[in-house]
């Protein structure tokens, strides 16, 4: 195996290890008949064309669009302001939160190898928005517009606010400052983007939001903060070809559905922690979370029958939340099961001085490194759980570059995938939050929505009278 690929240490999760709350490793294996046939289901709807976002990594044409806009894009903008909620952010944000300096948009342009700052505005919070307004100048920065359908109610409110202040701000020239990325042919931002003279980037077909980073919706960012694209899908691709094989023994995502589906359905282990001791990983997190929720959480299976599934995706961050977290993991009601992310060889190092040899509870650290600190930590961490009889495995990074991070997205988006399977329902909807887009909707008085809007009041009324 390549040393920079990534690994799966499940032990602390077997019962073997963590007592009755873990789960058995022949109950686990058992499971491979299944995964055989949910595999060769899943090979099906890729070679039919369903399982697009699959074949991402090994697209050509979008890295080529990408880093011809971005090279053309950079020079022109110390600013590059990101438009999106959801699928269209969290993955932009986990990609420059791992592979740029935690204070990359502090440094001077010079140290950001003449690459523009990166915003992703991923609510519409007014005071958010207007501070960040306030303190950027217009004509040196760039707005990424990232919405499928056009309608997207928060990003399309973005983006009224921004096109109407350009235009104010730039005259005609304004269509310069802004890059959509959206349907290639259809929705409602298209047409708005060819008419006025947009530069535009498309959104795949028959890939979802929480799935599409790899995709232009996150690849022009990652671009435009100087991160290497090609390694990125490099990586996605080389664990692409891990997952060709069904084996639970060889598919590192296959493994970790399984774990997974065993733990929430077998041993009522309804919430999974995500817990990266590494803070570039930090935000990976928040990704995972959306896809792990959106995905699995489904009221029908795919017959139609009430399910109600679905695990709680939590996260956590190590050190920091063995601080706040930990000691409900440990000492709290049986219902969790802990994923770390372990990085074991850090960009840097940094020794502790030894000083105050004189004092017990202090000289032992002196001579360490806060690599060597970190690693005890998480390692001290998955011990107490065990101990306590709590199950817990750990996701191993050699190192976090662009290709380690390709791989583990990559990962984590066919966990989901075989997850599905596993759970009997359609992966790639969300018809759930597709009820609140309506709601949204009748509320701010879109034309068609009007009963909705006279249902929907007569609610918010009657919960006046039960304020406090």
Same mark, same amino acid.
């Given at each position: 195996?390549?040393?920079?690929?990534?690994?799966?240490?499940?032990?602390?999760?077997?019962?073997?290890?963590?007592?009755?709350?873990?789960?058995?490793?022949?109950?686990?294996?058992?499971?491979?008949?299944?995964?055989?046939?949910?595999?060769?289901?899943?090979?099906?709807?890729?070679?039919?064309?369903?399982?697009?976002?699959?074949?991402?990594?090994?697209?050509?044409?979008? $890295?080529?669009?990408?880093?011809?806009?971005?090279?053309?894009?950079?020079?022109?903008?110390?600013?590059?302001?990101?438009?999106?909620?959801?699928?269209?952010?969290?993955?932009?944000?986990?990609?420059?939160?791992?592979?740029?300096?935690?204070?990359?948009?502090?440094?001077?342009?010079?140290?950001?190898?003449?690459?523009?700052?990166?915003?992703?505005?991923?609510?519409?919070?007014?005071?958010?928005?207007?501070?960040?307004?306030?303190?950027?100048?217009?004509?040196?920065?760039?707005?990424?517009?990232?919405?499928?359908?056009?309608?997207?109610?928060?990003?399309?409110?973005?983006?009224?606010?921004?096109?109407?202040?350009?235009?104010?701000?730039?005259?005609?020239?304004?269509?310069?400052?802004?890059?959509?990325?959206?349907?290639?042919? #259809?929705?409602?931002?298209?047409?708005?983007?060819?008419?006025?003279?947009?530069?535009?980037?498309?959104?795949?077909?028959?890939?979802?939001?929480?799935?599409?980073?790899?995709? $232009?919706?996150?690849?022009?960012?990652?671009?435009?903060?100087?991160?290497?694209?090609?390694?990125?899908?490099? #990586?996605?691709?080389?664990?692409?070809?891990?997952?060709?094989?069904?084996?639970?023994?060889?598919?590192?995502?296959?493994?970790?559905?399984?774990?997974?589906?065993?733990?929430?359905?077998?041993?009522?282990?309804?919430?999974?922690?995500?817990?990266?001791?590494?803070?570039?990983?930090?935000?990976?997190?928040?990704?995972?979370?959306?896809?792990?929720?959106?995905?699995?959480?489904?009221?029908? #299976?795919?017959?139609?029958?009430?399910?109600?599934?679905?695990?709680? $995706?939590?996260?956590?961050?190590?050190?920091?939340?063995?601080?706040?977290?930990?000691?409900?993991?440990?000492?709290?009601?049986?219902?969790?099961?802990?994923?770390?992310?372990?990085?074991?060889?850090?960009?840097?190092?940094?020794?502790?001085?030894?000083?105050?040899?004189?004092?017990?509870?202090?000289?032992?650290?002196?001579?360490?490194?806060?690599?060597?600190?970190?690693?005890?930590?998480?390692?001290?961490?998955?011990?107490?759980?065990?101990?306590?009889?709590?199950?817990?495995?750990?996701?191993?990074?050699?190192?976090?570059?662009?290709?380690?991070?390709?791989?583990?997205?990559?990962?984590?988006?066919?966990?989901?995938?075989?997850?599905?399977?596993?759970?009997?329902?359609?992966?790639?909807?969300?018809?759930?939050?597709?009820?609140?887009?309506?709601?949204?909707?009748?509320?701010?008085?879109?034309?068609?929505?009007?009963?909705?809007?006279?249902?929907?009041?007569?609610?918010?009324?009657?919960?006046?009278?039960?304020?406090?």
């Amino acid at each position: 195996m390549k040393t920079q690929a990534i690994t799966v240490d499940f032990r602390n999760a077997l019962s073997k290890h963590v007592g009755k709350h873990g789960v058995a490793r022949d109950k686990l294996f058992a499971l491979q008949p299944r995964i055989d046939r949910y595999h060769a289901q899943l090979c099906r709807e890729r070679a039919s064309g369903k399982l697009r976002f699959a074949d991402l990594p090994h697209n050509r044409e979008y $890295p080529r669009a990408v880093s011809a806009l971005a090279k053309e894009l950079i020079p022109k903008c110390r600013n590059f302001v990101v438009l999106g909620i959801g699928g269209s952010a969290l993955g932009n944000i986990a990609v420059q939160t791992a592979l740029n300096s935690p204070h990359y948009n502090l440094l001077p342009q010079s140290q950001r190898k003449g690459c523009p700052r990166i915003f992703v505005e991923d609510n519409i919070d007014p005071d958010r928005f207007v501070a960040l307004l306030d303190m950027i100048d217009l004509k040196k920065t760039v707005f990424n517009v990232i919405t499928k359908s056009g309608q997207t109610a928060e990003t399309m409110s973005q983006f009224l606010i921004i096109q109407d202040m350009l235009k104010k701000k730039l005259g005609r020239s304004y269509n310069k400052h802004i890059v959509a990325t959206t349907d290639a042919k #259809g929705g409602f931002l298209r047409p708005i983007a060819e008419a006025e003279g947009y530069r535009t980037l498309e959104v795949p077909d028959g890939v979802g939001g929480r799935f599409s980073v790899l995709s $232009p919706v996150g690849l022009l960012s990652a671009a435009m903060a100087g991160i290497n694209i090609r390694q990125l899908l490099k #990586g996605a691709a080389d664990m692409d070809k891990r997952c060709q094989t069904a084996s639970l023994k060889k598919n590192p995502a296959y493994l970790c559905a399984a774990l997974l589906h065993q733990a929430d359905t077998r041993k009522n282990l309804h919430t999974v922690v995500l817990m990266p001791y590494c803070d570039a990983l930090k935000d990976v997190s928040d990704w995972f979370r959306q896809l792990w929720a959106e995905s699995l959480g489904k009221r029908l #299976g795919r017959g139609g029958k009430e399910v109600f599934t679905g695990q709680n $995706p939590v996260k956590a961050l190590g050190t920091t939340d063995q601080h706040s977290q930990v000691q409900l993991y440990v000492e709290g009601p049986f219902d969790k099961i802990i994923a770390f992310l372990a990085v074991d060889r850090f960009a840097r190092t940094i020794k502790l001085p030894k000083t105050f040899s004189e004092v017990e509870g202090i000289s032992y650290l002196g001579g360490k490194s806060l690599n060597q600190l970190m690693h005890a930590e998480l390692q001290g961490t998955a011990i107490a759980l065990a101990d306590a009889g709590r199950p817990n495995f750990t996701i191993h990074l050699p190192s976090v570059n662009a290709h380690t991070v390709g791989q583990l997205i990559f990962m984590f988006e066919m966990q989901t995938a075989m997850a599905g399977k596993l759970y009997g329902i359609n992966t790639f909807d969300q018809p759930g939050v597709e009820a609140g887009k309506t709601a949204t909707y009748a509320l701010m008085g879109r034309k068609g929505f009007e009963k909705e809007k006279r249902r929907i009041a007569g609610r918010i009324k009657a919960n006046h009278s039960d304020r406090v």
